[in-house]
């Protein structure tokens, strides 16, 4: 295991595009609003469809406040390393010591020798990444008396003066892939910064050895460089590979890149602003409270966590407790329901925080099912609780679909009568998220098994266990909550049709009401209903079976 116990950080990746000259500006701001903790830009100079990025990163720093600023990396063949220390130094100093600092030695030759570069081979580039770092770092060590004086092979400065020195101590950290840039990298560099697709998962382990014995050869504790690295995916309904799928995969993903390779630094590459909303607000917290978790139970030196006892949302959901049979249960937070997540093989979902100070559903007085008592669920019981989720999953990538149109409606990149279109036409809106609707669609599947074809999940619920009776009536009752709420989202769309609106306030606020509705009621129906699903089944020849 190669957890470096590093705080763990959040960014975006954002194509610095001039095309629309101030949208990438506008996401990074986005990004700030939404909690992330690093905006970065890729660095290619060339490239005449780009801002330059180091113009931009000075642009987004007067426009930001709290969010630390980054290239992902800098083009040094193209950069003068002395320079680029007072360019960063400043920079550091106007924004109260928010930059830090990728490099990279250099790639598409053709294009930086066109720009007025130097080609250089592998091996001359390391060589020149090298003396970049002791230039860069020299003209910061404003205290020290005597002139910078660096004869390097590729770079050299010969009585420069020092200075200024920023802000707060500016990591640099290296874009490196082969033996001898991940040498340089646990030989002098703060951090390592990867790009997921350029590397394998599969050569974590040995990249970071590399950097580890290259730290330890220059006595530096490996533990110095901070490992980054830029993912690329797409939060969806349905699992696919790694980073496509609902965020609750992308937890466990990170979890695991935290405790098995040391990363600690997770940057999503991709300029949808949604998505930035996810991994900041819904990803990001769940992945932390878990490392945390299990960093404090490897402290306490108690057994060390296995897939099975550490879900992919564990956070997310709320909190574990013990049971008088020595096990132990996850309560759904706010829910005030046990599930038993290790037994059932699903996680629970949690709902975001709120858009809207008013809620339409009112949860404090939500029944609650009792928690279980010691039992073993089926495969086919968890397969029931399992698709449930599933489908909810598929409901909450459509209602990000829903979020997604608006936002082209309030930007006036869409027509308000073909976002209507598009809405009515989603699964929501056909009356198929109810839990009637899960039982039909799920029994199309297993009545080829177990000739089911008529089977309806809540008389057999209510019938199997008549405790829950007041938690199936509230979810019947949120149902018609949730219609009117879609009606009121339609009602909204034909009033920007009409040009009844005077703006789009209303518009946003009804979206807004049906993302606060969903989230919650999904997350309260899994909380209470996933387990007894699990456990009662919801077709005859299951119902009482314990």
């Not at 599947?445 to 266990?465: C, G, K």
Request: glycine share 10%; hydrophobic share 40%; net charge negative.
């Amino acid at each position: 295991m190669a957890d470096y116990g590093h705080d763990l950080r959040f960014g975006a990746f954002l194509t610095p595009s001039n095309a629309e000259p101030a949208r990438v500006v506008d996401l990074a701001v986005h990004a700030e609003q939404v909690g992330l903790d690093l905006v970065t830009f890729q660095d290619h100079p060339y490239q005449p469809g780009f801002h330059d990025t180091w113009t931009l990163l000075s642009y987004v720093g007067a426009r930001t406040g709290t969010v630390h600023l980054a290239p992902n990396v800098i083009n040094l063949p193209l950069r003068p390393p002395a320079v680029l220390a007072r360019s960063a130094a400043s920079l550091d100093l106007l924004t109260g010591g928010r930059l830090d600092l990728g490099l990279g030695a250099g790639a598409f030759w053709d294009a930086i020798v066109a720009m007025g570069g130097s080609r250089l081979t592998g091996g001359q580039g390391v060589r020149a990444l090298a003396e970049a770092i002791e230039i860069i770092r020299g003209i910061w060590a404003e205290g020290e008396r005597s002139p910078l004086r660096v004869h390097g092979e590729h770079h050299r400065v010969d009585g420069a003066k020092r200075g200024p020195a920023p802000a707060h101590d500016i990591p640099i950290w290296l874009g490196a892939y082969k033996p001898r840039m991940l040498a340089l990298t646990g030989r002098l560099a703060d951090g390592w910064l990867p790009s997921l697709g350029y590397l394998e998962l599969a050569d974590l382990p040995a990249a970071n050895a590399r950097i580890d014995e290259a730290a330890a050869a220059a006595e530096r504790d490996p533990a110095a460089v901070r490992r980054l690295i830029n993912i690329s995916g797409r939060f969806q309904g349905s699992r696919g590979g790694p980073f496509q799928g609902p965020p609750a995969q992308w937890v466990a993903e990170l979890v695991d890149l935290v405790l098995e390779h040391g990363m600690s630094t997770f940057i999503l590459g991709g300029d949808d602003p949604r998505a930035l909303e996810v991994l900041a607000q819904e990803v990001a917290p769940a992945v932390r409270e878990q490392v945390g978790t299990e960093r404090e139970r490897r402290q306490s030196g108690g057994p060390v966590a296995t897939d099975a006892d550490l879900e992919p949302s564990e956070a997310r959901s709320g909190r574990r407790e013990e049971t008088a049979d020595g096990g132990s249960v996850q309560v759904a937070a706010g829910a005030g329901s046990a599930v038993r997540e290790s037994a059932l093989g699903v996680t629970v979902t949690a709902a975001p925080a709120r858009l809207r100070e008013e809620s339409l559903l009112d949860e404090e007085t939500r029944p609650q099912a009792a928690p279980p008592e010691a039992v073993t669920y089926t495969e086919e019981g968890r397969a029931a609780g399992r698709h449930l989720v599933e489908v909810h999953d598929m409901l909450r990538a459509e209602l990000t679909q829903v979020r997604d149109v608006v936002d082209q409606v309030r930007a006036g990149s869409l027509d308000a009568g073909r976002a209507r279109s598009a809405i009515n036409a989603m699964t929501m809106r056909q009356n198929q998220w109810t839990l009637g609707a899960y039982c039909a669609s799920y029994c199309r599947v297993v009545t080829q098994h177990h000739s089911l074809e008529d089977a309806q999940i809540f008389p057999h619920l209510r019938s199997a266990e008549p405790t829950l009776e007041p938690v199936i009536a509230r979810l019947e009752a949120e149902h018609h909550v949730i219609h009117e709420v879609l009606e009121n989202l339609d009602r909204s769309l034909v009033a920007v049709i009409r040009q009844e609106a005077q703006d789009l306030e209303e518009l946003q606020d009804a979206v807004d009401a049906l993302t606060d509705t969903l989230h919650s009621h999904f997350a309260y129906e899994e909380a209470q209903l996933v387990e007894p699903l699990a456990r009662l089944g919801f077709y005859p020849g299951q119902l009482g079976r314990r």
